[in-house]
């Protein structure tokens, strides 16, 4: 992995031990408050969690599998306020929720179609007040929830009353301005929306 300043100046680099199988990273997220930057390692179905001082690993979190703590395909991350990790867990579709020292806290979701259900779980967002945002790649929907894994509603047309519907979304951000930023995979292109006025959102 390496690390870049903002205007794009190359700093250093974080190299995987020798001792652990080559890894797949498809994410990254930083804890500042605890100097550690976190690693999704998808084909090796774990987290990797380096000293950002040190650039050495500490540990890692989870392993294959369909338990608690376990996931198979992990694929991308965030961090809430209180630095716990969400992780998106695609084919056992599901959120797991991990705090900061790698504990099983929570999922969310479940493989389905229906409300609160997921069947190609990718993209993963927070936004101020603590809700989790979900993007379907497969059914082309973003949802939305509680921090305790309750489904609120969908990301919606308030022109239209109804779902939105977005072409394959995969990753998902929401900036401090509270405006959403979608990557519509097969509709190769960012959408951005601001939450409230433009998805319906306004809880």
């Known amino acids: 992995m390496q690390i870049f300043s903002p205007r794009g100046n190359y700093i250093s ?22 100097n550690r930057c976190y690693v999704v390692d998808n084909e090796n179905h774990y987290i990797l969690v380096y000293d950002l001082a040190t650039h050495h690993l ?25 630095d716990y990790l969400y992780i998106v867990d695609v084919i056992n579709t599901r959120i797991q929720v991990l705090n900061p020292e790698g504990l099983f806290v929570t999922y969310i979701g479940g493989w389905g179609v229906e409300k609160g259900q997921f069947f190609r779980p990718k993209g993963i967002a ?3 007040k603590g809700r989790v945002y979900v993007s379907d790649s497969y059914m082309g929907v973003i949802q939305v929830f509680n921090k305790e894994g309750d489904f609120i509603s969908a990301v919606g047309d308030p022109k239209k009353g109804a779902v939105r519907k977005f072409t394959s979304p995969v990753g998902i951000f929401i900036d401090n301005s509270n405006r ?17 006025k433009d998805t319906g959102d306004n809880n």
Request: no cysteine; glycine share 6%; hydrophobic share 35%.
């Open 180 to 196: 959403l930023y979608v990557v519509e995979m097969f509709g190769e292109k960012v959408s951005v929306y601001s939450i409230g």
């Open 126 to 128: 927070i936004d101020k």
């Open 13 to 34: 680099q974080i190299k995987l031990p020798k001792d652990l199988a080559r890894a797949d990273p498809t994410d990254v997220a930083v804890d500042e408050a605890r």
């Open 58 to 82: 500490l540990n890692t979190y989870g392993s294959p599998g369909m338990e608690k703590r376990e996931f198979r395909y992990p694929f991308l991350m965030t961090l809430d306020e209180e």
